[in-house]
Nanobody, 124 residues
């Protein structure tokens, strides 16, 4: 079992930055893949980025490449999402998720554990 708690969301102007955090607990994480997803009102939840807890590999959705950076801090059992050059279309609830296994998948159904989400609002 893994428990995930997101934080760091808020209101930011277009062009600004935010850093989201996901604190993980409850299990040894070095065999997990961690991911960030987001869901805007009226839309399906979509993949943002994923990272192996060992840190040796990452994957990004094409629209986030170059703007978002996923990372993790083993000592703090925390994953981060640095979001730069934010746009109004980035407005969504952002969720962190975890799955057991090595593959950096993008499918929400293949992630087993989810946080409660944190709201990010980007004003124009």
């Amino acid at each position: 079992q893994v428990q995930l708690v997101e934080s760091g969301g808020g209101l930011v102007q277009a062009g600004g930055s935010l850093r989201l955090s996901c604190a993980a607990s409850g299990s040894t994480l070095n065999t997990y893949v961690m991911g960030w997803f987001r869901q805007a009102p009226g839309k399906e939840r979509e993949f943002v980025a994923a990272i192996r807890w060992t840190g040796d590999s990452t994957r990004y959705a094409d629209s986030m490449k170059g703007r978002f950076i996923i990372s993790r801090d083993n000592a703090k059992n925390t994953m981060y999402l640095q979001m730069n050059s934010l746009k109004p279309e980035d407005t969504a609830v952002y969720y962190c998720a975890a799955r057991l296994g090595p593959y950096l998948v993008m499918d929400t159904q293949r992630f087993d554990y989810w946080g409660q989400g944190t709201q990010v609002t980007v004003s124009s």
